[in-house]
C-alpha cells in the first residue's frame, strides 16, 4: 500500500511509540488521526508536528475499553474523512499487576485497553475499510506474548491475545484486509529506570544497545507498504529475545 494519500488512525498515538508511528505516517503523506484517552496536551503538540509535515489530523479522545466511544469515533471520522485506510493499534497501558491478589481493578483496566481496545476498534473500522476496497492494520505487541514477565500478569496476557487477534483477523478480513503486528523490545526506557537498570537491558540484547521508537515506526511502515505480508510479526528488539545466548 502507497501511504500517500491515505488515512491512518492510531490509537494511542500522542505519545512515546504511538506519536513515532503517527510522525512516520505524516511524512509518508497520511492524514492522521490521533486517539487519545488523557493524554490532551501531548496530543495537541503531536498535532502540531503533523501539521508542520504538510498532513492533516485529527485528534479524538476516546476510551477504546468502552465501545460506544469507539462507535462515537467511528462517526468523528466519517465526517473529517469518510474513513480510513491505515489502523495501528497502539494504546496501551503499562501497569503492574501482581498474581495473585485482592486488587483486580489493574487486571480489569489493562485488559480493557490491550484486548477489548484492540478488539472494538478493529471491529468497528474494518467494514469501513472494506467498503473502500482495502486496507493495512498493525497491531503493537512486545516480547511478554511469548514470554511470563515477573509482575505483569495482565499485561502479557494482553499482548499474548493482541497477537492471536492479529493472526485471527488476518484470516478474517483478508484478501481485502492485511493484518500485522510489531514487537517491540528496549526502545524507551520507562522514566523509574535507573542508568545500571538501562545498562543492563542493553547488555541483554545482541547489538548491545537500546533503540528508538522510531526503529519501531520504520517496521510499522515496512508491513503497510508490504502487499504480500499478512498474518506476522516483526519483532524489533535488538536480538533481545536470542541475547540470552550471548554467554552461555
Partial sequence: MDIKNKVALVTGGAHRVGKA????????????????????????ATAEEVRALGAKPLIIQANIADYNQ???M????????????????????WEKSPFPSEDIGP?????????NGPYYVTNAF???????????????????????WPNFTAHAVAKSAL??????????LGPTIRVNA????????PSDYSPKQIENVAA???????????????????????????????????????GHRKHS
Fill in 21 to 44: 508511528i503517527t510522525l512516520m505516517l505524516a511524512r509518508a503523506g497520511a492524514n492522521v488521526v490521533i486517539n487519545y484517552h488523557t493524554s490532551a496536551a501531548q496530543a495537541e
Fill in 70 to 72: 469507539v462507535k462515537a
Fill in 74 to 93: 467511528v462517526g468523528q471520522v466519517k465526517i473529517w474523512f469518510e474513513g480510513v485506510d491505515i489502523l495501528i493499534n497502539s494504546a496501551d497501558r
Fill in 107 to 115: 487486571w480489569e483496566r489493562i485488559i480493557g485497553t490491550g484486548v
Fill in 126 to 148: 474494518a467494514p469501513m475499510m472494506l467498503e473502500r476496497g482495502g486496507g493495512a492494520i498493525v497491531n503493537i505487541v512486545d516480547l511478554s506474548a511469548w514470554e511470563a
Fill in 163 to 172: 497477537l492471536a487477534l492479529t493472526r485471527q483477523s488476518a484470516l478474517e
Fill in 182 to 189: 510489531v514487537a517491540p523490545g528496549p526502545v524507551l526506557p
Fill in 204 to 242: 541483554r540484547t545482541l547489538l548491545n544497545r537500546w533503540g528508538s521508537a522510531e526503529d519501531v515506526a520504520q517496521a510499522v511502515k515496512f508491513l503497510i507498504e508490504a502487499d504480500y505480508i499478512s498474518g506476522e510479526t516483526i519483532r524489533v528488539d535488538g536480538g533481545e529475545h536470542y
